[in-house]
């Protein structure tokens, strides 16, 4: 299976964006399913629940996700509708929380010079499988590094608890190997 190409709006955020300002620790108390509605409260973007809309991809700068270790932050921002995030760098565990919950995470060493050539709210399509996002509005594309295989078998499965359910089907380890 392929992995779908994400098209949406742009959303931009600086250096150093820990899980605080992505989900702020206050946030921890409610619901699983409510976590959506305190995306990027404690960011630049406050107000980014009521702006997101399926498919738009942030980019970010260095460093995206540092701080605590806690995996509800990718989790908030792919049910608030975040199609992929774009950065110069992911805190490690950031980067693991996202790729496992089907979040695409992608580097790219084309980050200011998008940041100097994309508008807010512009429209681009990443590639997810080839590395490239489209700038819709001007035509320009923009290098990203392409993910490992298993990153994206991962991405492909639409997180790890699938991919793993998928190999125990193809092995002949689960009985119940229904396709949704």
Do not use: W
Not at 75 to 95: E, T, Y
Not at 105 to 115: A, F, G, P, R, Y
């Amino acid at each position: 299976m392929i992995v779908k190409k994400v098209k949406g709006r742009v959303f931009f955020l600086g250096d150093n964006i820990d899980t605080d300002q992505i989900l702020p620790g206050y946030a921890m108390s409610v619901p699983a399913c409510q976590l959506k509605n305190y995306a990027l409260k404690g960011s630049s973007i406050p107000d980014f629940v009521e702006k997101v809309r399926p498919g738009d991809v942030i980019i970010g700068g260095k460093n995206f996700g540092c701080g605590s270790s806690r995996e509800q932050a990718p989790v908030a921002l792919k049910d608030a509708g975040v199609g992929a995030v774009i950065a110069a760098s992911f805190a490690m565990i950031f980067r693991k929380n996202s790729i496992n919950i089907g979040l695409p995470v992608i580097t790219s060493e084309c980050i200011d010079l998008m940041k100097r050539e994309i508008q807010e709210g512009d429209q681009v399509e990443v590639d997810i499988e080839s590395g490239i996002l489209l700038h819709i509005d001007s035509g320009r594309v923009y290098e990203l590094k392409k993910l490992s295989e298993p990153a994206l078998a991962t991405l492909r499965a639409g997180g790890l608890i699938n991919r793993v359910r998928d190999i125990l089907c193809e092995r002949g380890e689960l009985i119940d190997c229904k396709k949704a």
